[in-house]
Each structure stands twice: as structure tokens, then as C-alpha cells.
């Protein structure tokens, strides 16, 4: 799981959102409000005629994983929702972002398991 993630606030303007996708090489960015994942933006649904609005107006809902969720399972629920990377909660009811699993990390692990 990766720790160090770069996250935006709710009302973080959707320009300042795409340089953070630009400067950071990110395609993901948490939506957080108090320390709780409300939502999530993805690069590729972001584009410039959305420049003026705020993050809270497109962000889709939170697709997340606890951080005792089982690799096999973060691993289905990443096949069947069609994502390559998940935000990992505290705990579903906080939902206090604590990082970010992705498809290339579970690659490795079943690799590293395999071998």
C-alpha cells in the first residue's frame, strides 16, 4: 500500500486538481474532508471545461477498501468495479484515508507469492 498520498479537498478548484494530476504524474486524487474520504476524482474523467468548477461538483462517490480487507478480496473488487487503483480507510465507518492500493502492487504480491 502506498502511504504518502496526494489527496484534494471538496472545495479544491477542478484547474488546481489537474495541475496536481500533471505535476504529480497521479491519476487518482482522494477527495478528503476532515481526514475522511468523500469522494474520489480520476484524471481521465477530468478535462479543462470543468476548469472553473470546484472538485465537489464531479468527483465520483468513494470506492474504497479497509486496510484489513484481504488482498484477494481488494483484488475482485478492483476487477469488478474496472479500477486499477483503490483508496484504503481506517475503517469503513471513519473512512480516514490511510493510503492507496494499486493493480501494479497486487501484481507484484501474487508474483512475490507465486515464485
Given at each position: 500500500?502506498?502511504?504518502?498520498?496526494?489527496?484534494?479537498?471538496?472545495?479544491?478548484?477542478?484547474?488546481?486538481?489537474?495541475?496536481?494530476f500533471?505535476?504529480m504524474?497521479?491519476?487518482?486524487?482522494?477527495?478528503?474532508?476532515?481526514?475522511?474520504?468523500?469522494?474520489?476524482?480520476?484524471?481521465?474523467?477530468v478535462?479543462?471545461?470543468?476548469?472553473?468548477?470546484?472538485?465537489?461538483?464531479?468527483?465520483?462517490?468513494?470506492?474504497?477498501?479497509?486496510?484489513?480487507?484481504?488482498?484477494?478480496?481488494?483484488a475482485?473488487?478492483?476487477f469488478?468495479?474496472?479500477?486499477?487503483?483503490?483508496?484504503?480507510?481506517?475503517?469503513?465507518?471513519?473512512?480516514?484515508?490511510?493510503g492507496?492500493?494499486?493493480?501494479?502492487?497486487?501484481?507484484?504480491?501474487?508474483?512475490?507469492?507465486?515464485?
Amino acid at each position: 500500500m502506498i502511504r504518502n498520498i496526494v489527496g484534494v479537498s471538496k472545495d479544491t478548484s477542478v484547474s488546481t486538481a489537474i495541475d496536481l494530476f500533471d505535476n504529480m504524474h497521479v491519476s487518482l486524487l482522494p477527495v478528503i474532508d476532515n481526514r475522511v474520504l468523500v469522494g474520489i476524482l480520476y484524471r481521465d474523467r477530468v478535462s479543462r471545461e470543468f476548469y472553473k468548477l470546484k472538485v465537489d461538483k464531479i468527483m465520483d462517490l468513494p470506492v474504497f477498501i479497509d486496510e484489513n480487507t484481504e488482498i484477494e478480496i481488494a483484488a475482485k473488487k478492483m476487477f469488478d468495479m474496472k479500477v486499477t487503483r483503490l483508496p484504503v480507510v481506517d475503517n469503513e465507518y471513519d473512512r480516514i484515508c490511510v493510503g492507496l492500493v494499486t493493480s501494479t502492487e497486487l501484481a507484484h504480491y501474487v508474483r512475490g507469492v507465486l515464485t
